[in-house]
């Protein structure tokens, strides 16, 4: 074996080449932070308490609607309304008070979130009530839940809700929440919020057309982009004599021949006659 080889060698074991202080040498790892951390326990929720070193005060706990909780040794402790780190103090404060233990170390992990939670109505992509895993989670990620808009929903979706002890309404444009143009909208979700996602505007095209059905119906849709929406006439079909039904405000059904250009309303049906020639 060479001398340079011998010399390297020794550098290895030594730890100078390829040992600790080049394990060492790389970016440090970081666990990510719990996104549990800000969240506020409520009623429902599921926690696992771990005291360390007193496994006879380390269990999994229900927390009920009144956020009251029956701990070993403390009796009812109020635990809702709190974060798991305030909770986690007043359960160490608790057992110093009590002459139980000196200096406690207590660890509060969120095993089952139902204490806040909010619901994606109407036509999302999977509605249903979503738990709020942080006190920090906002309109759009409550929508990302829900898998967003369905292909037929509205342009808007209409958000209710308590603040402050008072009802409030909010609607909100859907285009403009997913690009962040109104992100004075996005506001922070709370319990029982709900988020309702209506059904765009239709209409709805028959007759002599290649896709007879319901059509969105667009902002300034027009006769002509109905019908071109519909595939056009059928080669039995013509542009000429266009029928649209309307419901009047009296609830009385209205019959027209408009022109190409007119502008269609909600829930019109557009009728397009067979050529006679």
Do not use: C
Not at 39 to 49: A, K, N, S, T
Not at 53 to 79: C, F, H, K, W
Request: hydrophobic letters at 40%; charged letters at 20%.
């Amino acid at each position: 074996m060479s001398f340079v080889r011998i010399f390297l060698l020794v550098l290895a074991v030594s730890g100078w080449i390829g040992g600790p202080a080049a394990a060492q040498s790389g970016p440090a790892l970081s666990l990510p932070k719990s996104s549990a951390a800000d969240y506020v326990l409520g009623g429902g929720d599921r926690i696992r308490v771990t005291v360390f070193q007193s496994p006879e005060l380390s269990m999994e706990l229900r927390i009920p609607d009144n956020g009251v909780v029956a701990y070993p040794l403390l009796g009812n402790v109020t635990l809702g309304g709190l974060t798991p780190a305030q909770a986690e103090r007043r359960i160490a404060d608790g057992l110093v008070k009590g002459r139980l233990l000196q200096k406690p170390q207590v660890s509060i992990v969120v095993s089952e979130f139902r204490g806040n939670q909010a619901a994606v109505m109407g036509h999302a992509v999977r509605p249903g009530r979503y738990a709020l895993e942080s006190s920090k989670t906002r309109l759009s990620d409550l929508l990302a839940l829900a898998g967003g808009a369905a292909p037929d929903a509205s342009d808007t979706l209409t958000v209710t809700g308590t603040r402050e002890g008072r009802q409030f309404r909010l609607n909100v444009s859907i285009r403009s929440l997913s690009t962040g143009a109104e992100r004075e909208h996005d506001i922070v979700m709370r319990h029982n919020d709900m988020v309702y996602i209506a059904r765009a505007p239709q209409v709805y095209v028959y007759g002599e057309v290649q896709r007879p059905g319901a059509i969105r119906l667009e902002p300034g849709m027009r006769v002509l982009q109905a019908l071109a929406a519909a595939g056009g006439p059928t080669q039995r079909g013509t542009k000429r004599g266009i029928r649209v039904s309307r419901m009047s405000t009296d609830a009385k059904l209205v019959e027209s021949k408009p022109g190409l250009q007119e502008m269609l309303q909600p829930d019109d049906v557009v009728f397009v006659p067979e050529s006679l020639f």
